[in-house]
């Protein structure tokens, strides 16, 4: 199993930037996927997550700016980020947990810079 996120970079204050996260070796549709981040410092928290039903979630901090989709022939997972701020900076890292197995893994991580 690989999950492989790419897209990170730097970006100015109110830029966009779209994460990508390219999954091999499970069955991606029936796993629930999600993208969190770490912040230095700071603990890994979620961002958005998709369910296998396309159902999505957002943390506040992130709502009505990010948004996660799924691309089940390509076997990836994005998430587009507008309006960025400088509280936005952190390693992006993807999230895949099987529906039945609830097997868990992870992406190595993309890192987010957002300057002021």
Same mark, same amino acid.
């Given at each position: 199993? &690989?999950?492989q996120a790419s897209g990170g970079g730097l970006v100015q204050t109110g830029g966009s930037?779209?994460?990508?996260?390219?999954?091999s070796g499970i069955s991606f549709r029936v796993?629930?996927?999600?993208?969190?981040? &770490?912040?230095p410092?700071? &603990?890994r928290d979620m961002v958005a997550m998709i369910s296998p039903s396309d159902y999505?979630?957002?943390?506040?901090?992130?709502?009505?700016r990010f948004t996660i989709s799924r691309g089940d022939a390509e076997k990836r997972l994005y998430l587009q980020m507008n309006?960025?701020?400088?509280e936005d900076t952190a390693v992006y890292y993807c999230n895949a947990q099987g529906l039945y197995?609830?097997?868990e893994y992870w992406g190595q991580g993309t890192l987010v810079t957002?300057?002021?």
């Open positions: 199993v &690989q999950l930037l779209r994460l990508s996260c390219a999954a796993n629930t996927l999600k993208w969190y981040r &770490q912040a410092g700071k &603990q999505t979630e957002y943390a506040d901090s992130v709502k009505g309006n960025l701020g400088p197995d609830r097997r957002v300057s002021s």
